[in-house]
């Protein structure tokens, strides 16, 4: 990100006393402040991002899939949907249990981020 600021071309060195301090200098400075920023930052990305990614997305796929659609997920091609694909969708699901089920990983997983947001708004 750097380079491509201050226009170093690929491949020269001579600016390199420059780029480091400057991709070095704000988070010592920053940890200089307050030794736990860092900490606080992956407790905030754990909680959110970790979250949201392993537990909200993957059951709403899934649920998407699975009943998205009219007749399920993939429409087939009398309701204007791709036949080949509905075919090949059209097998068991990978992972087992129903609506239930999807709906249990998806609330635990907001139930985890909404306690994370009201302990860093300080509520717990």
């Given amino acids: ?4 600021a201050l226009e170093v071309p690929a ?3 001579s600016r390199d006393w ?3 301090p400057l ?3 704000p988070p010592l400075l920053l940890v200089a402040n307050d030794p736990d920023i860092f900490l606080k930052a992956l407790d ?3 909680t959110f991002g970790i979250s949201s990614l ?12 699975r009943y998205g659609g009219p ?10 949907g791709d036949a080949d694909l509905a075919a090949a969708l059209a097998v068991e699901p990978a992972v087992p249990g129903g609506r ?3 709906a249990a990983i998806a609330a635990i997983s907001l139930a985890i981020i909404g306690e994370g947001a009201l302990d860093q708004l300080g509520v717990l």
């Fill in 100 to 102: 239930w089920t999807l």
């Fill in 18 to 20: 420059l780029i480091y």
């Fill in 54 to 65: 392993f537990g909200v997305l993957p059951a709403a796929m899934a649920w998407k899939q």
């Fill in 11 to 13: 491949g020269d060195q």
């Fill in 71 to 80: 007749q399920g997920g993939v429409r087939s091609s009398a309701d204007g």
């Fill in 44 to 46: 905030t990305a754990g």
């Fill in 1 to 4: 990100f750097l380079t491509d």
């Fill in 23 to 25: 991709i070095l200098c």
